[in-house]
């Protein structure tokens, strides 16, 4: 699986273990992971901050404050996170956890988290059977922690038995299986509005004003997020998509203004609305009620704006996390960003007609992710697997 966009934060303790952490931030880092690394000041004897720092490509802490006494902030740390990995976790870390004793900054840190927390520990045979240890573990599982739970071999003491840490592709499994479960879980009891596809304003019985939108995005969209459990209201222009959730109402309109219609009966109720659809910005002012004739050598046909629904979505928004596109050709990141403060938008998705394989018409699309803070950007995927990076993305904003 694809770690992409995820933020693994790994607590470090000090025991002899920790030389291993290096293997496990590799592994990560390769499958897209942002690593960062903090450690307690023991742990610095086992392994070096450098090697660390390193590899996850950051600094490595292990003090509320540096050298030249700037503040490491345990709370951005803790809620930066999407998972927490305490690993090697020593019986001196996990006693601490339990019973929050709060004395450096790994432990703080840990404390300030709101996000799933995995304990890998390591210590010697008599340690891990201790009843204190077996204790700890449980009431840390009761915290709603996860275990990876110690092997049985070697150990540093000459021993041989139950204590070594788990190794760093088990622990890298581990967190990989459960990103893929959770996320195909995530959306249960959501609900979702999605908007997809061109709109046709009508000039006549016969012409329309439209677009080259094919709908496939979000559809792509609506199954993805059917898949994971949400509710789906679909509201579609003419679109050659089909689809295939059961989860998944399909509305299908044809102009602007009934797309305004559908969406603000099912807007209040929705958790997530992610306008997708390349609403056409203008409308015939009067649709003629037969077909205009030819005649002359020219035709005016007067144009009047349409209503912008995703900025009013944004102005009516009460709770529901809102999710806008933007196709540029120019400033890109610039419009795009001006669009999100502007549509009063938690995120948008940004498409540029520059490049190759991005757009309308194609299955596969380019995509970069702003929101007022971040910014990510992915490579060129199919529309499927785009779906799935901007609901990862989603994901990760709601459930913190
Ligand atoms: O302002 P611009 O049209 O570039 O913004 C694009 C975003 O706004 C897309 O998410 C699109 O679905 C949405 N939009 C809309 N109603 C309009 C125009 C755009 O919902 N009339």
């Keep these: 699986m694809n770690l992409s966009g995820k933020k693994i934060l790994i607590a470090v303790s000090g025991g002899i273990a920790a030389y291993k952490i290096n293997l496990l931030i590799r592994d990560l880092v390769k499958k897209g992971a942002e690593v960062q690394i903090l450690m307690t000041p023991s742990a610095e004897q086992f392994v070096s901050k450098l090697t660390l720092s390193v590899l996850s490509k950051n600094p490595v802490y292990s003090d509320f404050y540096d050298q030249n ?8 740390f803790a809620l930066w996170a999407d998972v927490i990995i305490m690993a090697p976790c020593t019986a001196n870390t996990l006693g601490k956890m339990v019973h929050g004793i709060c004395d450096n900054l790994v432990i703080a840190t840990y404390m300030s988290a709101r996000c799933p927390v ?47 840490m788990a190794e760093p592709e088990t622990i890298a499994r581990t967190i990989e299986d459960f990103f893929t479960t959770s996320s195909s879980k995530n959306l249960v009891g959501k609900t979702v509005l999605i908007t997809a596809g061109p709109t046709y304003e009508a000039i006549d019985p016969v012409r329309f004003i439209g677009n080259h939108s094919s709908g496939k995005m979000g559809f792509a969209l609506a199954e993805e997020a059917a898949k994971r ?76 704006k349409n209503p912008d629904i995703l900025a009013t979505m944004g102005e009516r928004k009460t709770h529901q996390f809102l999710v806008g596109f933007a196709l540029e050709t120019q400033n890109e990141e610039e419009n795009a960003a001006g669009k ?7 995120m948008i998705v940004l498409n540029s007609l520059r490049d190759q394989g991005a757009g309308f018409r194609g299955d596969t699309n380019k995509i970069k992710i702003l929101t007022s803070t971040e910014k990510q950007e992915f490579s060129l995927k199919s529309k499927d697997e785009v779906a799935k990076d901007i609901l990862n993305f989603v994901e990760i904003k709601i459930l913190k």
Excluded at 132 to 156: C, M, R, V, W, Y
């Design 340 to 346: 999100l403060q502007k549509k009063n938008l938690d």
């Design 69 to 76: 006494g700037t503040w490491n902030n345990h709370v951005e």
């Design 229 to 304: 459990g949400a509710s789906v209201i679909l509201i579609s222009g003419p679109s050659a998509e089909k689809v295939v959730h059961e989860n998944i109402e399909l509305f299908r309109i044809n102009t602007a203004k009934e797309m305004f219609d559908e969406v603000f009966r099912h807007y209040e109720n929705s958790d997530i609305a992610i306008a997708s659809a390349a609403v056409a910005d203008y409308a015939p002012k009067e649709t003629a009620t037969e077909k205009i004739k030819k005649s002359g050598n020219s035709l005016t046909i007067e144009l009047v």
């Design 118 to 164: 995995f304990i890998v520990p390591a210590m010697d045979l008599e340690m891990y059977q201790h009843p204190s240890t077996k204790q700890n573990l449980e009431i840390a599982e009761d915290f709603g922690h996860f275990i990876i739970p110690a092997e049985s071999g070697e150990l540093a003491s000459g021993l041989v038995g139950q204590g070594r």
